[in-house]
């Protein structure tokens, strides 16, 4: 059982960055592959980032590619998205995700656990 909580949204101006923290509760956190995805209203959730068990690997999205770094600290139960040069359509919430499945995924219902997600807003 994993408790995920989203802080470090907010508004910006493009151009701006924001660092998104997701805090984990328990004793397992380095069991589970950690995921960012985002949702826009009248939109699908979208897969942003994901980082494995042990931070050996990352995979990020075309779109966040060279803008937004994913990061994990395992002896804190914290993962973190670093986002830089946000545009406007980086508008969204953003939803942290954990996944103990040994396959890595970009499948928004293949993660177990969710955070509440947190407001992020880019301005133009």
């Known amino acids: 059982q994993v408790q995920l909580v989203e802080s470090g949204g907010g508004l910006v101006q493009a151009g701006g960055s924001l660092r998104l923290s997701c805090a984990a509760s328990g004793r397992t956190f380095n069991t589970y592959a950690m995921g960012w995805f985002r949702q826009a209203p009248g939109k699908e959730r979208e897969f942003v980032a994901r980082i494995s068990r042990s931070g050996r690997s990352t995979y990020y999205t075309d779109s966040a590619k060279g803008r937004f770094t994913i990061s994990r600290d395992n002896a804190k139960n914290t993962a973190f998205l670093q986002m830089n040069s946000l545009k406007p359509e980086d508008t969204a919430v953003y939803y942290c995700?954990?996944?103990?499945?040994?396959?890595?995924?970009?499948?928004?219902?293949?993660?177990?656990?969710w955070g509440q997600g947190t407001q992020v807003t880019v301005s133009s």
């Open positions: 995700a954990a996944d103990r499945s040994p396959a890595q995924t970009n499948i928004a219902a293949a993660y177990e656990y």
